[in-house]
């Protein structure tokens, strides 16, 4: 597993099944979240204090996700989440669901997002963020 990659364990919520008992089509995105939020500590900062300290923001302009099997109540989901691409105003996540007990690769994503300020006006994304990103994604 390199430094730009970082995986997280979670188990399927009965909440989170549909009628079918198959785990509903959008609690996928949230788990990409979790994914990205445990890579970001990772890297050492959490979307907080981006936030909080440097009124810098990540928000998404594209997310996608490929369902390739079902994922079921109380199955144990490993979300691995990976830098695909940083540049100056725009991180790149992608993103593959896996469940634990088989390997079965259950879902493949990516998320796109805009560096901006808290007014949602594009920015340069900070240098320690941006310095921490490059060199996660020359260890890959």
């Known amino acids: ?3 730009s990659t970082c995986e997280v364990r979670l ?3 009965y909440a989170e099944t549909d009628q079918m008992g198959v785990v509903y089509h959008a609690n996928h995105f949230i788990w990409f979240e979790v994914g990205r939020v445990e890579l970001l500590r990772q890297l050492g900062f959490s979307y907080r ?5 440097d009124g810098c923001f990540i928000a ?3 997310a996608r996700c490929r369902y390739k099997a079902p994922a079921h109540y109380d199955d144990e989901v490993i979300v691995r989440t990976h830098l695909k691409n940083v540049r100056e105003s725009l991180v790149h996540f992608g993103y593959e669901l896996l469940r634990v007990s088989d390997g079965v690769l ?3 994503g990516e998320t796109t997002h805009v560096v901006t300020d808290a007014n949602m006006k594009k920015r340069t994304i900070p240098e320690k963020y941006a310095s921490a990103f490059r060199d996660a994604m020359q260890r890959t």
């Open 1 to 3: 597993m390199s430094d």
């Open 11 to 13: 188990r399927v919520r």
């Open 49 to 53: 204090e981006m936030e909080e300290n």
């Open 60 to 62: 998404v302009v594209d």
């Open 106 to 108: 259950l879902a493949e």
